[in-house]
């Protein structure tokens, strides 16, 4: 896959989808929250195993290298507090997957500079 299309694929479709996750964890009613936090903290989970297993170090989606693989730790505690925000019923559960993705569009612009 080369640069160009792995760039439109994250700008055009990974980053639309976690603004769509925060901004669905933001209107949704009660039930629906409950069940979009047990996927942030499946989410949550996963980026914590990747990060303390030392797991898929290479990505075709990044080029044959995770170069955001020091990050995951950060990924998954973001996405693992929007996981524990809806179990306690936390009204802004929306702005730790928000913050997650400014956070990985930052990352990626300053490693693409």
């Known amino acids: 896959m080369n640069s160009n299309i ?20 933001y209107i949704l009613a009660e039930s629906g929250k409950k069940i979009l936090g047990i996927l942030f903290g499946i ?3 996963t980026f914590l195993v990747l990060y303390f297993l030392n797991m898929r170090l290479t990505a075709p989606e990044g080029g044959g ?10 990924h998954g505690m973001l996405y693992f507090t929007g996981f524990i925000y809806s179990v306690i019923d936390v009204e802004y559960m929306w ?16 490693y693409k500079k």
Do not use: N
Not at 6 to 25: A, N
Not at 100 to 110: A, R, V, W
């Open 65 to 74: 290298v995770t170069w955001w693989k020091h990050f995951r730790l950060i």
């Open 6 to 25: 792995r760039k439109i694929l994250f700008l055009g479709v990974c980053i639309p989808l976690r603004f769509i996750l925060s901004y669905l964890s």
């Open 95 to 110: 702005l730790p997957i928000f913050i997650d993705t400014l956070f990985g569009l930052s990352l990626f612009i300053l």
């Open 43 to 45: 989410i949550g989970i």
